[in-house]
């Protein structure tokens, strides 16, 4: 999915409605943007990430190890980020 925003001179980027209910995105929650490359990605705040991967779980089939180390993974490059 794609839909085109506009900057604003202050930096500002209203998040298409149809993206921000694809991503259950309300009005005061965070977002964290990541950079790859020349690309960003947008990120929801979750409450409880390894809920989220457990709930997550039962649409993909991860084993609760192969689980632990995508966490151990994301700690390691938000680490790298938040320098």
Do not use: H, Y
């Not at 965070?30 to 690309?39: S, Y």
């Not at 190890?65 to 680490?79: A, D, L, R, Y």
Request: net charge negative.
């Amino acid at each position: 999915m794609s839909e085109k925003a506009t900057v604003t001179k202050k930096g500002q980027v209203t998040i298409p409605k149809k993206i921000r209910d694809k991503l259950g995105l309300e009005e005061g929650m965070k977002v964290t943007f990541q950079l790859k490359g020349k690309e960003a990605i947008l990120l929801p705040e979750v409450e409880n990430p390894l809920q989220e991967l457990r709930e997550l779980r039962k649409e993909v089939n991860f084993s609760e190890e192969e689980i632990q180390g995508m966490i151990e993974e994301s700690k390691e490059e938000w680490s790298k980020i938040s320098r």
